[in-house]
């Protein structure tokens, strides 16, 4: 099963403040540890939500907000994708991550849908034969 | 230059209908067609997660649900495009009829500064990707 490690965004991240050395350094040796264990399957840092946008639905229309966002903890600044055996093992690899601001942080853990959590039907192959295509190129 | 397209969910919610799927796999279609989906994933409601909390004193777990998290991730996507602008396109084409989506740049590597401090984790973080995904260098 997979998990979606989320980290949230603090005045630091979402000011643009690189990592110091030694979260830099901690960091790398985490990731190398999640790397040879077959755990890591991808991640990203995100930059400010000063450079993004949100997108409005309702009904046929779409209206568009620049950022920044001003809820900071409920912002994303980064996330991994693992692959464990189960929700403890994501949450014991996430328990060893050094932690990312120095002081306070939040870190979610989420299981990714997979194709065996659907009943099988057409729309579900054509879905999840997409996400592999698209994961292969 | 990358996206992350974050699709927003409220409270504990369910699994998609068989026919939104549908829909949405007509969408991602179209998206793979054009060669600018590089990844896309749902979740799992959140009580099916964690929180952990870090301080000073130590890494702290919460299960979920979460009830303080008002804003909570449904899913997302991953876009290689040419701007904002065209994610911005691409977005306002998903088939929703109401909700919010995000849209945030992914930091690539040569968006860090480069100095000495800097320069083994960056080298590192661009040799793995190098290799392919990362997950492709370990098998």
């Known amino acids: 099963m997979r998990f979606m490690v989320i980290v949230h965004a603090t005045r630091d991240t979402e000011a643009g403040v690189m990592p110091g050395e030694e979260l830099l350094e901690a960091m790398g040796k985490y990731n190398a540890e999640l790397v040879k264990a077959g755990v890591m399957l991808d991640g990203a840092g995100l930059q400010p939500s000063s450079k993004g946008a949100r997108v409005h639905f309702s009904g046929d229309r779409t209206r568009v907000v620049d950022g920044p966002f001003t809820e900071t903890k409920e912002l994303i600044a980064g996330y991994s994708v693992l692959q464990c055996n189960s929700r403890e093992e994501a949450i014991e690899w996430v328990r060893r991550m050094p932690n990312p601001t120095g002081e306070e942080g939040i870190v979610e853990i989420r299981q990714l849908y997979e194709l065996d959590d659907f009943g099988p039907s057409e729309a579900i192959e054509t879905h999840f034969r997409g996400q592999d295509h698209a994961a292969a190129r | ?139």
Not at chain 2, 12 to 29: Q, V, W
Not at chain 2, 57 to 73: M, Q
């Open chain 2, 1 to 139: 230059m990358r996206f992350m397209v974050i699709v927003k969910a409220t409270g504990e919610y369910g699994s998609p209908s068989p026919e939104e799927l549908a829909e949405m796999g007509r969408y991602n279609e179209k998206l793979i067609e054009a060669g600018v989906m590089k990844g896309g994933e749902g979740l799992l409601p959140p009580s099916k997660g964690a929180l952990v909390r870090f301080s000073k004193a130590g890494p702290t777990v919460v299960d979920g649900p979460f009830s303080e998290t008002k804003e909570l991730i449904g899913g997302f996507w991953i876009l290689d495009v040419k701007s904002k602008e065209e994610c911005l396109e691409w977005v306002k084409q998903i088939p929703f009829g109401e909700g919010e989506v995000e849209v945030r740049q992914i930091a690539e590597v040569e968006d860090f500064t480069r100095d000495e401090v800097s320069a083994p984790a960056l080298d590192q973080e661009k040799a793995w990707r190098e290799r392919g995904d990362w997950d492709q260098q370990i098998g």
